[in-house]
């Protein structure tokens, strides 16, 4: 399966309305902490927005609303495994994203038979506190050579400059976050994403 080569992640519908329209094909929506009222109403938002471009909605994290509201992508974190009813989502027609972190995440994610496989991350992030370091972008092609079909996305301080070389080492598909929501200018930055992934 192949996946648009460019992967941002947001927290909020509105930044779905400000790069869609760029021609973003492949988005997360990534909330934390707001009630469920909230959520319902963003996610319904960002999966219609995302069926009139044609873009593919990723939901983290929240697999009952994502199978309630017939979304069709949801990213799990391995906490997030232990609680999601994987059946349930497998039968809703979900196509499941894993991160991965380490060998035995990496076993876990693959017995999974994942639609993606995240690793991260890569470079030092300022997004979130992690107990694992970077990677660096040597760890994308092992990991690469395990997953083998499975597209293998590469996440954690990647920008625009950072990419080429994680391509080069075996990622599929490069994710970010902070490179584009604290640019200056997130259109322009979100433009050059577009054209140095193709």
């Known amino acids: 399966m192949s996946l648009p080569r460019f992967y941002p992640i947001f927290d909020d519908v509105a930044w779905l309305h400000r790069m869609l329209p760029l021609g973003v094909k492949l988005v997360q929506l990534r909330i934390k902490d707001q009630p ?3 959520l319902r109403a963003q996610l319904m938002e960002a999966r219609d927005l995302c069926g009139s471009y044609g873009a593919a909605l990723v939901v983290n994290d929240y697999w009952e609303l994502a199978i309630e509201l017939g979304c069709d992508w949801l990213h799990l974190g391995q906490e997030d495994l232990d609680e999601a ?23 876990r994610a693959l017995a999974l038979t994942p639609d993606y496989i995240a690793l991260g991350p890569v470079y030092p992030t300022i997004l979130k506190k992690m107990k694992w370091h970077q ?12 997953a083998g079909d499975v597209p293998l996305v590469a996440i954690g301080g990647m920008s625009v400059e950072r990419a080429p070389g994680a391509f080069a ?3 599929d598909v490069v994710s970010a ?12 930055r979100v433009r050059a994403w577009l054209e140095t992934c193709g």
């Open 135 to 146: 990677q660096g972008v040597e760890k994308l092609t092992e990991w690469k050579a395990r």
């Open 85 to 107: 009813d994987l059946p349930a989502i497998r039968a809703a027609g979900l196509k499941l994203g894993l991160s991965t972190h380490d060998d035995a995440e990496l076993d």
């Open 36 to 38: 469920e009222d909230v």
């Open 177 to 188: 976050v902070t490179d584009i929501t604290l640019n200056d200018d997130p259109e322009a």
């Open 169 to 171: 080492a075996g990622a």
